[in-house]
């Protein structure tokens, strides 16, 4: 989920705590929940953050700490500390509001004398495993507790009123810096990164996508269980058949679709690291929705990697696009599968065959892929084309190219190295742009993710709509030939 802070508005950020410095998001109510704890566990210990409030009268403002949050229960101590304004009902209208710097008598008691030492303390902010960001002496308390969403905004149940207290105002009140209104679409918190941006991340997404939340994920997931093939191709599942070279993710794109629907993560294809290929079996695979009860009505064919110094026989990839090969076939490069196996199965239907391929490709390595491996998959591509099957790129390993992505998937559509290599996917392997589908599959996760589902179920979806399209066209062919769906 991109950030809402704009460049002008973060270039306004670098003056103000003067020295050149970038912002990297660590908490985001609209995305990770309103709740105090969560703050405290993406944000306590990370040095100095910048605190950003978004209320529904349209105004922006928020606080810098030099300093990290705690949940000690004190106030934090940090002269560099200050408030802002940022927007005002709509408007630009920047402003910072320094921290006062209270003198407080310290009275040291030594065996012959009494002394008194000024001291200079700030009450910056207060660290509390209860509360959200608090400035100040109780300048601005955002929220306790944890707060739902009411229909667009979170209504914070905290307060601006002591505004003023521990910062100076320039004149200013908490009305004309706040409106007195904490309601609040959203409310972020940076990082504060010494140095310049990284070209990684460009103000503008590459590809529009703005939805990350959860009922996002929900929707997405109520879809694909809804899910059923065109209803005249008398299909019971799509068969999307995932392709591509060793170690690229196919297995374990299988295991990230199936543990969102397991509700928790499962590795029931054999996936690993290994020089050869850890799948040697053409499997089938179903998915279970575990609440349901329910199986979904797609298949994800699993099959061998493509492999250097391993020949692919193409006449056994055609008998699998065909659909002339069973499930759990084991591969033997030495003997490939052929018309007289046992096993072949004879005059498939719509059913058996492939409906849409998805090649899957490991972004870290588009640019050591080898020729041999690329001239397999051009010459599977032809096979494909011949028989209308629509194509896709699933480009895994996301996380692996990009430190922000690897940090929080939500920037993908923001990661220039992202985009690099989904360009150079899509000319490697002539299709659109739009049909490179970047993801991040699980793998040493141990708890589902928001963001990695979302992206998955997108992938997905978008290969379910190209098997669909595959039925209808067979559909329109065979009727344009007065043939009946079984032959
Ligand atoms: N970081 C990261 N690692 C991944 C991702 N997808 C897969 N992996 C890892 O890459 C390795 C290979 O993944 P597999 O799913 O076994 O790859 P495969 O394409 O099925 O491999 P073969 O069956 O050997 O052809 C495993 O160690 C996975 O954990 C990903 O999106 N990110
Ligand atoms: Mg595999």
């Known amino acids: 989920m991109p950030d809402l802070l704009n460049k002008a508005y973060k270039d306004q950020l670098v003056t103000w705590i003067g020295k050149s410095c970038h912002f990297r998001l660590l908490y985001k109510i609209s995305r990770d929940g309103c709740s105090a704890q969560t703050f405290h566990q993406k944000c306590d210990g990370q040095g100095p953050t910048v605190t950003v409030l978004y209320n529904t009268s349209k105004t922006i403002f928020g ?8 949940s000690n229960g004190g106030y934090i101590n940090d002269n ?8 005002y009902n709509g408007s630009s209208s920047p402003k910072k509001f320094p921290i006062i710097q209270a003198e407080l008598d310290r009275t040291n008691k030594s065996r012959h004398k009494i002394s008194v030492k000024k001291e200079r303390k700030c009450y910056a902010g207060f660290g509390s495993i209860d509360c959200g960001p608090s400035f100040g002496n109780g300048d601005i308390k955002t929220f306790s507790g944890q707060i739902k969403r009411t229909r667009n905004y979170f209504d914070l149940n905290g307060s601006v009123s002591c505004l003023g207290d521990s910062y100076t105002l320039h ?13 609040v679409s959203d409310l972020e918190v ?16 590459w590809r529009e996508y703005t939805d990350w939340t959860e009922e996002k994920m929900k929707e ?3 879809n694909l269980l809804a899910y059923k ?61 575990r609440s349901s009860r329910k199986y979904l009505n797609f298949r994800l064919c699993d099959s061998r990697g493509f492999e250097e110094g391993f020949a692919m026989d193409t006449q056994e990839m055609s008998f699998i696009l065909d ?7 084991q591969f033997n490069p030495m003997v490939p599968f052929t018309s007289d196996n046992p096993k072949f199965i004879n005059n498939p239907n719509l059913n058996n065959k492939i409906h849409c391929v998805a090649f899957v490709i490991d972004s870290s390595s588009v640019e050591v892929m080898s020729d041999s491996v690329l001239e397999k998959m051009k010459d599977l591509q032809v096979r494909m084309n011949q028989r209308g099957i629509p194509q896709i790129v699933l480009l895994a390993k996301i996380d ?17 190295a992202v985009c690099e290599a989904l360009e150079k996917v899509a000319d490697i392997m002539g299709l659109p742009r739009a049909h490179v589908l970047p993801v991040k599959n699980y793998e040493s996760e141990t708890k589902l993710k928001t963001g990695v589902n979302i992206l998955l179920m997108e992938a997905l979806e978008r290969c379910l709509d190209f098997a669909d399209d595959f039925m209808d066209d067979q559909l329109y062919t065979w009727a344009s030939e007065g043939k009946d769906i079984e032959s």
């Not at 940076?190 to 997404?205: F, H, M, T, W």
């Not at 590795?267 to 850890?278: D, I, L, M, P, T």
Request: proline letters at 4%; hydrophobic letters at 30%; one cysteine or more.
């Open 229 to 289: 093939p065109v209803a005249e191709a008398n299909v019971q599942a799509a068969n999307i058949l995932l392709l591509g070279p060793i170690g690229s993710g196919k297995s374990s794109f299988f295991n990230s679709i199936n543990s969102i629907f397991s509700k928790r993560i499962t590795s029931k294809a054999c996936s690993g690291s290994f020089e050869h290929c850890v799948t040697t079996m053409y499997r089938q695979y179903k998915i279970k929705d």
């Open 171 to 183: 004149g200013e009140n908490s009305n004309s810096i706040t409106n007195d209104n904490l309601q």
């Open 63 to 70: 606080g810098y700490l030099s300093q990290s949050w705690n």
């Open 220 to 222: 997405m997931k109520e």
């Open 190 to 205: 940076y990082r504060v990164v010494d140095g310049d941006a990284p070209q990684s991340i460009l103000e503008k997404p």
């Open 80 to 87: 560099r500390a200050f408030v802002f304004r940022m927007q």
């Open 323 to 329: 659909g002339n090969i069973p499930d759990r076939y």
């Open 400 to 416: 692996k190219i990009c430190l922000d992505v690897n940090d929080d998937v939500t920037s993908t559509f923001t990661s220039s």
